[in-house]
């Protein structure tokens, strides 16, 4: 898992509320990402981010949001929009982003679950 | 549009034996070609990538993994499989004219499962 901390590790939360999921990096990355993976699905992109205070939309935006104002962290939150937000959430970063051959890396992950 | 597929769910091996987790890409380009491993609630670990040049490519753990341009492939491999191989093996592709920040496409996975 490398210089990538997710945290925390395992995540409750009640219908209605906004959770914010952590994600930092001491590898010096410009791009992080933010992925959702489901069972038998794969991972999908939630969002990314190539440098500070710039992000998009990934394939699954809606119900989640990001900030990157720092270069070593990418918080992802869950609002009450998401609709399904039952899951495994991964963080990755890699040195550069667009038309880059760099490795994604991993964090650890953090499994959410909706009581 | 981009596209990984990985045909199996499940792989089962001998330990001891040969060992190949298949995978299939569509991009419109060039691709960019990666293997991870994922063990139970962990995040994913990078084995190996094909970027250009040789097209049989080493990576950890005595993995190693083949481009096949013409058939579209790039199949995992390892001489002698282990025990503690098993693990979820995800496959995954970005085509080198992507301008969406790197994104990679991932195929579904595939369980490697091996036995003593």
């Known amino acids: 898992d490398g210089g990538i901390t997710q945290s925390p590790k395992y995540l409750f939360r009640k219908e209605g509320q906004n959770v914010t999921l952590s994600c930092e990096q001491n590898?010096?990355?410009?791009?992080m990402y933010w992925y959702r993976q489901d069972p038998g699905q794969g991972l999908r992109l939630i969002y990314y981010?190539?440098?500070?205070?710039?992000?998009q939309k990934g394939d699954i935006a809606e119900g989640y949001s990001v900030s990157r104002e720092k270069k070593e962290s990418f918080p992802l939150t869950v609002t009450s929009a998401q609709k399904n937000p039952t899951a495994f959430y991964l963080c990755?970063?890699?040195?550069?982003?667009?038309?880059?051959?760099?490795?994604?890396?991993f964090g650890p992950g953090t499994r959410l679950t909706v009581l | 549009a981009q596209s990984v597929a990985q045909p199996e769910d499940q792989v089962n091996v001998a330990e001891g034996n040969p060992l190949t987790v298949k995978c299939t890409y569509s991009?419109?380009?060039?691709?960019?070609l990666f293997w991870y491993v994922q063990y139970p609630n962990r995040g994913l670990q990078f084995l190996l990538k094909?970027?250009?040049?040789?097209?049989l490519v080493k990576g950890s753990y005595g993995f190693e993994a083949e481009f096949n341009k013409s058939q579209t492939s790039f199949h995992l491999k390892k001489p002698s499989a282990l025990v503690s191989d098993s693990a979820l093996y995800f496959c995954?592709?970005?085509?080198?004219?992507?301008?969406?920040?790197?994104?990679?496409?991932f195929g579904q996975g595939t369980e490697l499962s091996v036995k003593p």
């Open positions: 981010s190539q440098i500070v205070n710039d992000f």
């Open positions: 995954a592709v970005r085509d080198i004219r992507d301008n969406q920040g790197g994104k990679l496409i």
């Open positions: 094909y970027i250009t040049g040789d097209n």
């Open positions: 590898l010096n990355h410009d791009a």
């Open positions: 991009v419109s380009g060039n691709p960019y």
């Open positions: 990755a970063s890699s040195r550069a982003g667009t038309r880059s051959a760099d490795t994604q890396y």
